[in-house]
């Protein structure tokens, strides 16, 4: 059974760094993985998707890799803001078509 | 595009009520749909599975007479929480997906469900 794991889960910094979240699953046999923002009572933004064929996706400031062979994947936030704070989940779609998410990484970027 | 409605956003009501949430695709036809529960500060769950048409496949150790989910048309499927009990109270999310293959999943806004 697929087990998708986000460190940290939770992350407070100041306006403008740049960082990184983590997201590493057990079986690497997806088919794409998803990012999400999900703020506080509120439902899911999808991100970037990123197909098991590729190795990395761009969108704006946000970008996304994927290593399948080391089961991990990285949403890198260039610049942050103070906009960006949510909580950020990442699923796996595996083996009947089925998203398994991470525990999500909550992000608080301060002014 | 893409675009998946959920109602209610909220509702709050007495132990023993059930409680009918609606999930639509507004843009497109979902052959599948998916129901999740999140606890605070935790993922999303997955509860159950719903093809057009047929029944619903649960999770492990999700009541399927307790969460009835009918998706009798392409756009459109509903959770039914029966006798609701505080134990209940969660955000539930639903999401829809247009076709077979590994097509990403539309999520709603989700409904927070709070038994008195």
């Known amino acids: 059974k697929q087990e998708v794991t986000q460190i940290p889960a939770a992350l407070s910094v100041p306006e403008g760094e740049n960082l990184v979240l983590n997201c590493s699953f057990t079986?690497?046999?997806?088919?794409?993985l998803q990012w999400f923002r999900q703020d506080p009572g509120k439902g899911l933004t999808s991100l970037l998707l990123?197909?098991?064929?590729?190795r990395e996706q761009t969108s704006g400031r946000l970008n996304a890799s994927l290593d399948k062979s080391s089961g991990r994947s990285t949403l890198y936030i260039a610049a942050s803001q103070p906009g960006d704070s949510a909580t950020y989940l990442c699923?796996?779609?595996?083996?009947?078509?089925?998203?398994?998410f991470g525990g999500g990484t909550r992000l608080m970027v301060k002014p | 595009g893409a675009v998946v409605s959920q109602h209610p956003s909220w509702v709050i009501c007495k132990s023993g009520t059930s409680v009918k949430i609606e999930c639509r695709s507004l843009d497109f036809q979902a052959t599948t749909m998916f129901w999740y529960r999140q606890f605070p500060k935790q993922s999303l769950m997955l509860m159950a599975t719903s093809n057009e048409g047929s029944k619903a496949t649960y999770e492990q150790g999700v009541e399927k007479d307790k969460f009835l989910i009918n998706h009798a048309s392409l756009t459109l499927s509903t959770l039914t929480v029966t006798s609701a009990h505080p134990e209940d109270s969660s955000f539930y999310i639903c999401s829809a997906r247009d076709s077979s293959g590994y097509q990403p999943q539309h999520f709603g806004d989700g409904t927070r469900l709070s038994i008195l």
């Open positions: 699923a796996s779609n595996n083996a009947g078509n089925m998203l398994t």
């Open positions: 990123i197909q098991s064929s590729q």
């Open positions: 079986d690497s046999a997806i088919y794409n």
